[in-house]
């Protein structure tokens, strides 16, 4: 038994308490500082400058451990390892909150990339409660790394948007760098060559890429959200005439022969992205109308609309508006009822 395990056992062993504060002390002073975090980044995207900086940190320390931890643990220094995984796990958690508000307000709960806000959540809650870590990520390896690929991965899709990456291309990067952040795991300890290492991470990063494409429906295009949607008869001058609050009957939507959608979508400044609106009638896509590419850094965000004409029999239904972006990322969406 190693001098640091030794002298942890003596201390739980006389002072009882010391084992329920190593176990969940700990936590509840991670979970204290993570909605900390979320209180203060809660009223707007979290800067670029602490997003990359928790990066950085992040990275370097994951490079050390995973170069130096079985020499300390060697040594006898099990105590040292644990202290650099807890600290690589609190920037995890501090890094998930830092983005889960930009998340929050892009996904659509109604939609499959509620997935991707779930596993951020549950992931987030995880790091925070050290008993659930211990328990489900801690006895592998593979689980550790693969908490802190997700991690990069979702902080560095919501960095890149804010200094104008479209989202997709955001997306497909992240995925790659955070497979890269990996190669020094895929060293071993020092058994693999880091040619060898470079190239298994090339590859799957690729891999990764590929995967995030066919499944970009799945992940909300943080940090672009809805910042205000309406049906109505008509959009003039970029204001919507007729107001549909909820729903409107069949008989008035024929006399308009027309219905509008106007949104106005957030996106952070310097980012350009085209969209379109997709309207769908109890679940079947009617049309798809392209719109002017939004122009982020507008705080009432970039206001757009489109109207269909297309409103054959049977008009009344359960309507619905998507926005997209167009590689096929879910921003938002407006539903509205045409009552018979």
């Known amino acids: 038994m190693t001098g640091d395990a030794t002298v942890l056992t003596q201390l739980d062993a006389r002072y009882p308490w010391v084992g329920w504060v190593w176990r969940w002390g700990v936590s509840l002073w991670s979970l204290g500082l993570g909605l900390l975090t979320l209180f203060v980044f809660r009223r ?4 670029v400058a602490w997003i990359v900086g928790y990066l950085l940190l992040l990275w370097c320390l994951f490079a050390i451990l995973a170069e130096l931890g079985g020499v300390l643990e060697r040594r006898g220094r ?16 501090n890094l998930l909150l830092f983005v889960l508000p930009a998340y929050f307000a892009s996904a659509t709960l109604t939609s499959v990339n509620a997935v991707f806000l779930a596993m951020l959540a549950a992931a987030a809650l995880v790091t925070a409660i050290d008993p659930a870590y211990r328990r489900f990520v801690y006895p592998r390896a593979w689980r550790r790394q693969l908490l802190f690929g997700f991690s990069v991965f979702a902080a560095l899709n919501v960095a890149l948007p804010l200094i104008g990456v479209r989202p997709i291309l955001a997306l497909e990067g992240s ?49 672009l959200f809805l910042a205000h949607t309406v049906a109505a008869r008509d959009v003039t001058d970029l204001t919507p005439v007729d107001v549909i609050n909820g729903s409107v009957p069949a008989v ?15 996106a952070p400044g310097g980012l350009k992205q085209a969209i379109e609106h997709v309207w769908s009638r109890n679940g079947a896509v009617f049309a798809r109308i392209p719109l002017s590419p939004v122009s982020g850094g507008r705080a009432e965000g ?39």
């Open 302 to 340: 970039f206001r757009t609309y489109s109207v269909t004409r297309k409103l054959t029999p049977p008009i009344a239904g359960r309507y619905a508006v998507d926005v997209v972006t167009a590689s096929g990322q879910l921003i938002g969406r407006l539903r509205f009822a045409v009552t018979p």
């Open 252 to 266: 008035t939507v024929e006399e308009w022969g027309a219905l509008a959608a106007y949104t106005a979508v957030y």
């Open 44 to 47: 707007g995207l979290p800067h």
């Open 175 to 223: 995925a790659a760098l955070a497979v890269l952040a990996l190669t020094p795991a895929l060293r071993r300890g020092g058994t693999v060559s880091w040619t060898k290492a470079h190239a298994r991470a090339a590859v799957l990063a690729c891999l990764a890429m590929v995967l995030v494409w066919y499944g970009r429906a799945a992940v909300p295009p943080a940090p």
């Open 78 to 93: 099990r105590m040292v390892v644990d202290a650099g995984e807890y600290v690589i796990l609190s920037l995890c958690h």
